[in-house]
Nanobody, 126 residues
């Protein structure tokens, strides 16, 4: 059974940084597309960043481009999201997700991801 476990969330002041990690267990997902999504209270879950199996494609949501960086370490079965210059509007529960299939072109819709973590809270104070 595949498990995705996020860590690294917390409370940070505006302008600060956090690094989220997503550890995958139960099965290697080295060929899988991976993504980070977030959901703020009262809002729908939205795509933040994705990465294909080789790490050569990393699309971002327009709201985070230039501030967030997604990366992966297939040897450690872990995906990261480095978040810099955080803003109060980045406050949300952040979820790691995996497509479970070899992904060359990153997809940005929640329906395309078959495995999800439990989420980690990120709160940015003004």
């Amino acid at each position: 059974q595949v498990q995705l476990v996020e860590s690294g969330g917390g409370l940070v002041q505006a302008g600060g940084s956090l690094r989220l990690s997503c550890a995958v267990s139960g099965r290697t997902l080295s060929n899988s597309g991976m993504g980070w999504f977030r959901q703020a209270p009262g809002k729908e879950r939205e795509f933040v960043a994705g990465i294909n199996w080789s790490g050569t494609s990393t699309p971002y949501a327009r709201s985070v481009k230039g501030r967030f960086t997604i990366s992966r370490d297939n040897a450690k079965n872990t995906v990261y999201l480095q978040m810099n210059s955080l803003r109060p509007e980045d406050t949300a529960v952040y979820y790691c997700a995996a497509t479970g299939a070899k992904t060359i072109v990153v997809v940005t819709t929640t329906q395309s991801y078959n495995y999800w973590g439990q989420g980690t809270q990120v709160t940015v104070s003004s």
